[in-house]
């Protein structure tokens, strides 16, 4: 449950949240920090917006409509993480991790 927290005045509510996220993925035992994540997750976001956006127009130009190639690209960017999520993890690096 979030409370605020009398000493600094804020919410922990993200604490808790990095927390679990932490303790389910195990990110911090790999290395990098919940901020790192963070700016690296923000990174590739960005990137993602640009090649959504430039890969339509740029075919679109090319006489394709644009919002099926907008479609198409994002379909294709969540099936490839999706199969990144699903497919089994490295079974040597997850025997390291423990």
């Known amino acids: 449950m979030a409370y605020i927290d009398k000493k600094y005045g804020e919410c922990n509510l ?6 679990k ?28 917006v640009y090649v959504l956006s430039v890969n339509a127009v740029m075919l679109s130009y090319a006489g394709m409509n644009f919002g099926a190639v907008f479609a198409a690209t994002a379909l294709a960017a969540i099936v490839g993480i999706a199969l990144n999520f699903i497919l089994p993890r490295n079974k040597k690096l997850e025997t390291e991790i423990k």
């Open 14 to 19: 993200i604490k808790e949240f990095a927390s």
């Open 21 to 48: 996220i932490n303790s389910f993925l195990k990110i911090e035992k790999r290395g990098p920090t919940i901020t790192k994540e963070v700016l690296g997750s923000l990174a590739i976001f960005l990137a993602m």
